[in-house]
C-alpha cells in the first residue's frame, strides 16, 4: 500500500526527506507558500499560506500522516489538521518549541539541565532578571529568534540601556551566559511504542550566529556523554509522549551538558547521516511517524557536514574533491540563508579533518 506523507514547509529539509522516502515508495506533499520550494522536485506542492483552511484540509485529506519540517508553522494550523488526519510530532511540543520559555520550563520539568533563566516583557524586568542570573548575559526574544538573531550580548550594566525597544518590544527571556567549551547536538528519534534511538553526538561550530561545520561523532566522544545527552533527550521525549525525530542542542561544560534549546523535526546538524548512517534521520523520521521499525543509527566512520551559506561555489571544483558529497537546495540565493551543504564521511579523523580543509576552501 503506497502511503502518503503530508508535510508542512517545503524547504531543504521536506526535500531531503522526500529523497529518503521516495525508494520506500513513499509519496508526498507539501504545504508551502513559496512558488520556488525545494521540496517541490520531489513531490507535490500545494502553495498557500499556512493557515488557509481550504489549503490545510487538501493537504489532511492526501495524506495518512502529517508532519512539518518547519518550525514556525502556526500551531492552529496544525490544530486545525489534527482532527482530519494523524499528526506528528504533537502539536503541543510544536507550541512550546515555538516559545524559549516554555521550551525550557519543558526541559526543567524533564529533569534536562538548562541555564539559569528568566522571563522579561519591559525593560525594568530585563534590568531585574539581569540581577538574577548575573553577568554576562544573553537577552532572547521568545519567539521566532534563530540563527542568532533578535538576541543581544549583554557583558556590563551599560549594555543592558535600550535591549527591550531594541528588541522590538516583544516578550524576552534572559539567560546567563555559559561558558561553553564547545556545542554539541543529539538527533534522536522516538517511534509510536515508545522505542528510541540516537545517532552519536555532533559537534557544531558556528559563525555569525549560523551553523557552518558539523563533526559526527563529535571529535573526543566517549561513552559517559553519549549516555548522557541520550538519557536526556530519552526522558525528554518519553514526558511529551513525542514521535519522530528531535534534535536537542547541548553547551558542553566540562564533562556536563545545558541544554539550549530543541527543534521538533530533523535536523541541519544531522545532514551527515545521509552518507554517514545506515539510516540517516530523514528516513528514521519517516519510519517514526509511519510506525515502520527504527533503523540502525550507528556512524559509519568519521563524517562531517560544511554549510553553503548565501552561495553554491562553482560545482565543478567540489565535484573535483573525491569524497565530496554535494547537495544544492535549489534556493533562491540570499545573504545567510543554507543554500547547500557538503557532507563527507571517511574511515579516520584525520583524513575527515583534511577533507573538511579541502571543501572548505571553495566553500567559504
Ligand atoms: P540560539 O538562537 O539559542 O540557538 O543561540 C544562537 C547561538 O548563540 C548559540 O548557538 C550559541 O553559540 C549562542 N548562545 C545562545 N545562548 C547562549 C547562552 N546562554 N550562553 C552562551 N552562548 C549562547
Same mark, same amino acid.
Given at each position: 500500500?503506497?502511503? &502518503?506523507?503530508?508535510?508542512?514547509?517545503?524547504?531543504?529539509?521536506?526535500?531531503?526527506?522526500?529523497?529518503?522516502? /521516495?525508494?520506500?515508495?513513499?509519496?508526498? /506533499?507539501?504545504?508551502?507558500?513559496?512558488?520556488?520550494?525545494?521540496?517541490?522536485?520531489?513531490?507535490?506542492?500545494?502553495?498557500?499560506?499556512?493557515?488557509?483552511?481550504?489549503?490545510?484540509?487538501?493537504?489532511?485529506?492526501?495524506?495518512?500522516?502529517?508532519?512539518?519540517?518547519?518550525?514556525?508553522?502556526?500551531?492552529?494550523?496544525?490544530?486545525?489538521?489534527?482532527?482530519?488526519?494523524?499528526?506528528?510530532?504533537?502539536?503541543?511540543?510544536?507550541?512550546?518549541?515555538?516559545?524559549?520559555?516554555?521550551?525550557?520550563?519543558?526541559?526543567?520539568?524533564?529533569?534536562?539541565?538548562?541555564?539559569?533563566?528568566?522571563?522579561?516583557?519591559?525593560?525594568?524586568?530585563?534590568?531585574?532578571?539581569?540581577?538574577? %542570573?548575573?553577568?554576562?548575559?544573553?537577552? $532572547?526574544?521568545?519567539?521566532?529568534?534563530?540563527?542568532?538573531?533578535?538576541?543581544?550580548?549583554?557583558?556590563?550594566? $551599560?549594555? %543592558?540601556?535600550?535591549?527591550?525597544?531594541?528588541?522590538?518590544?516583544?516578550?524576552?527571556?534572559?539567560?546567563?551566559?555559559?561558558?561553553?567549551?564547545?556545542?554539541?547536538?543529539?538527533?534522536?528519534?522516538?517511534?509510536?511504542?515508545?522505542?528510541?534511538?540516537?545517532?552519536?553526538?555532533?559537534?557544531?561550530?558556528?559563525?555569525?550566529?549560523?551553523?557552518?561545520?558539523?563533526?559526527?561523532?563529535?571529535?573526543?566522544?566517549?561513552?559517559?556523554?553519549?549516555?548522557?545527552?541520550?538519557?536526556?533527550?530519552?526522558?525528554?521525549?518519553?514526558?511529551?509522549?513525542?514521535?519522530?525525530?528531535?534534535?536537542?542542542?547541548?553547551?558542553?561544560?566540562?564533562?556536563?551538558?545545558?541544554?539550549?534549546?530543541?527543534?521538533?523535526?530533523?535536523?541541519?546538524?544531522?545532514?551527515?547521516? #545521509?552518507?554517514?548512517?545506515?539510516?540517516?534521520?530523514?528516513?528514521?523520521?519517516?519510519?517514526?511517524?509511519?510506525?515502520?521499525?527504527?533503523?540502525? &543509527?550507528?556512524?559509519?566512520?568519521?563524517?562531517?557536514?560544511?554549510?553553503?551559506?548565501?552561495?553554491?561555489?562553482?560545482?565543478?571544483?567540489?565535484?573535483? #574533491?573525491?569524497?565530496?558529497?554535494?547537495?544544492?537546495?535549489?534556493?533562491?540565493?540570499?545573504?545567510?540563508? $543554507?543554500?547547500?551543504?557538503?557532507?563527507?564521511?571517511?574511515?579516520?579523523?584525520?583524513?575527515?579533518?583534511?577533507?573538511?580543509?579541502?571543501?572548505?576552501?571553495?566553500?567559504?
Amino acid at each position: 500500500m503506497s502511503r &502518503t506523507v503530508g508535510v508542512l514547509g517545503g524547504g531543504q529539509l521536506g526535500r531531503m526527506l522526500g529523497l529518503a522516502g /521516495v525508494p520506500l515508495g513513499i509519496r508526498f /506533499v507539501f504545504l508551502d507558500p513559496g512558488d520556488a520550494a525545494p521540496a517541490a522536485a520531489v513531490g507535490r506542492h500545494i502553495r498557500s499560506a499556512y493557515d488557509d483552511h481550504v489549503a490545510l484540509d487538501d493537504l489532511a485529506a492526501a495524506s495518512n500522516v502529517v508532519t512539518y519540517e518547519f518550525e514556525n508553522v502556526p500551531a492552529s494550523s496544525v490544530r486545525h489538521i489534527a482532527p482530519r488526519v494523524e499528526v506528528n510530532p504533537p502539536v503541543e511540543i510544536l507550541e512550546i518549541a515555538q516559545d524559549r520559555l516554555a521550551e525550557k520550563q519543558m526541559l526543567e520539568k524533564a529533569g534536562v539541565p538548562v541555564v539559569p533563566f528568566e522571563h522579561a516583557s519591559s525593560q525594568l524586568e530585563i534590568e531585574d532578571a539581569v540581577a538574577r %542570573v548575573g553577568l554576562p548575559a544573553v537577552v $532572547k526574544t521568545r519567539r521566532l529568534g534563530y540563527d542568532g538573531r533578535g538576541q543581544v550580548l549583554i557583558r556590563n550594566r $551599560k549594555d %543592558v540601556t535600550g535591549v527591550f525597544a531594541r528588541l522590538g518590544g516583544r516578550p524576552l527571556i534572559v539567560e546567563s551566559f555559559v561558558r561553553f567549551t564547545r556545542e554539541l547536538s543529539l538527533i534522536a528519534v522516538r517511534d509510536k511504542d515508545g522505542r528510541t534511538a540516537s545517532y552519536p553526538l555532533v559537534e557544531n561550530q558556528h559563525r555569525d550566529g549560523i551553523l557552518r561545520l558539523s563533526l559526527a561523532p563529535a571529535p573526543g566522544l566517549d561513552d559517559a556523554l553519549q549516555l548522557r545527552a541520550e538519557t536526556h533527550a530519552r526522558s525528554l521525549m518519553d514526558s511529551l509522549g513525542y514521535v519522530g525525530v528531535l534534535a536537542v542542542e547541548f553547551f558542553q561544560t566540562g564533562e556536563d551538558l545545558v541544554a539550549n534549546e530543541i527543534a521538533p523535526r530533523v535536523h541541519n546538524s544531522g545532514h551527515w547521516t #545521509i552518507e554517514g548512517a545506515d539510516c540517516s534521520q530523514f528516513e528514521n523520521h519517516l519510519r517514526a511517524v509511519l510506525g515502520l521499525p527504527l533503523g540502525p &543509527t550507528a556512524a559509519r566512520g568519521h563524517c562531517a557536514t560544511i554549510n553553503m551559506i548565501g552561495k553554491v561555489p562553482p560545482l565543478e571544483s567540489l565535484a573535483a #574533491i573525491a569524497g565530496a558529497r554535494l547537495h544544492v537546495y535549489g534556493k533562491s540565493l540570499r545573504p545567510k540563508r $543554507k543554500v547547500g551543504h557538503v557532507s563527507v564521511c571517511v574511515p579516520d579523523a584525520i583524513l575527515r579533518d583534511r577533507l573538511v580543509e579541502t571543501v572548505r576552501r571553495v566553500v567559504v
